[in-house]
């Protein structure tokens, strides 16, 4: 990163590894990370650049598997101490937050000043209210109570006999379906928090009753309309609720195109403006840390060498 611009964004996927094992194993993850870091690394750098050109070295810390944070963690503090620049800790969730920032030669459409904006992922279904001026800060509007959107996702296309990661595979059936079946939406009323826990037993049940006469493409459809429906309804309550000017989607789930229609109708029929970052910037990728670590720079944070890789911890504000 030069700032907010992405100068490489080295994505080393995980997920045939996954697909092996039908999720996934910390330890495997943890093993396979081992293995990736130093080549990423030298494959990161610009062809006209070195480790001493870099002014600082950005890290995701928390929240997630340890063992796989602590590779990055370890590898991080190892170039520290080498070039003797800042290091910045960053939260996985502020980075999916704060992609928007990112500028590349295909994107550059950050919004201007307080928006909403909507995150999910695998592991995360959250609303979160974004102050970028100073003091920079954020506000949970509301999360999942229990499973995330992209669990769903990905446990209904176990269900109906998709792969992993499941998503991408329901998106593409559900081209071929209509949504017939009805499935439960989780609470109920004005609420921005989510459950999808009721969905997935109901996904289970379908499959279990229907059996050989399941129409697969409509279960897809129906799947994917039922998540994105939910999302896209309380997305576009908290942006009225906070009147605020933008709504942005991001994480892994902000690649499926019904749920991006979904938000850009309801932002155009409100007149807001709709952000949404293009996928490479969406999924899990080094970009956004780079983002979210020029904030906090900007801001004068820095880690030390105490840095810790932690498995859970609150999306934080800035001091
Ligand atoms: O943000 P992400 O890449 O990794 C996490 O931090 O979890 O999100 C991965 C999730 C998976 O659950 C995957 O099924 C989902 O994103 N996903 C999709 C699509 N592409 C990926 N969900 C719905 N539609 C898609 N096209
Ligand atoms: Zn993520």
């Not at 293995?35 to 600082?56: N, S, T």
Request: glycine residues 10%; contains cysteine.
């Amino acid at each position: 990163m030069a700032g907010r611009d992405v100068l490489s964004n080295v994505v080393s996927s995980q997920v045939e590894l996954h697909r092996k094992w039908g999720g996934i194993v910390p330890e495997a993850a943890a093993r396979a990370h081992v293995e990736a870091i130093l080549p990423v690394l030298e494959e990161a750098l610009p062809d006209d650049m070195g480790l001493e050109d870099l002014g600082a070295i950005a890290v995701t810390n928390r929240p997630g598997l340890v063992g796989a944070l602590s590779v990055g963690v370890t590898a991080a503090k190892a170039l520290k101490a080498l070039l003797g620049v800042p290091l910045i800790g960053v939260h996985h969730i502020e980075a999916h937050v704060l992609s928007p920032y990112a500028r590349t030669s295909a994107f550059d459409d950050a919004p201007d000043g307080d928006h909403v904006c909507l995150v999910v992922s695998g592991g995360h279904t959250e609303l979160v209210a974004v102050f970028p001026a100073s003091p920079f800060g954020y506000a949970i509007l509301g999360q999942t109570i229990d499973d995330a959107a992209g669990e769903a996702f990905d446990k209904a296309a176990r269900l109906l006999g998709l792969g992993y990661p499941g998503g991408a595979a329901i998106q593409q059936l559900a081209s071929g379906g209509h949504p017939t079946y009805t499935l439960p939406r989780g609470l109920s009323g004005d609420t921005l928090d989510f459950s999808f826990a009721g969905f997935k037993t109901a996904v289970s049940r379908l499959v279990e009753k229907e059996g050989d006469a399941l129409r697969a493409a409509d279960a897809a459809a129906s799947v994917q309309e039922t998540i994105c429906g939910v999302l896209a309804k309380r997305a576009l309550l908290a942006l009225d609720e906070q009147n605020a000017e933008a709504l942005t989607v991001v994480g892994g789930v902000a690649a499926n195109r019904r749920l991006r229609e979904l938000l850009a109708d309801g932002c155009a029929r409100s007149g807001r403006r709709f952000v949404a970052p293009p996928i490479e910037l969406c999924t899990d990728n080094a970009a956004m840390i780079g983002v979210a670590a020029s904030f906090r720079l900007a801001a004068g944070e820095r880690s030390g060498f105490d840095l810790e890789a932690l498995p859970n911890a609150e999306l934080p504000g800035i001091s």
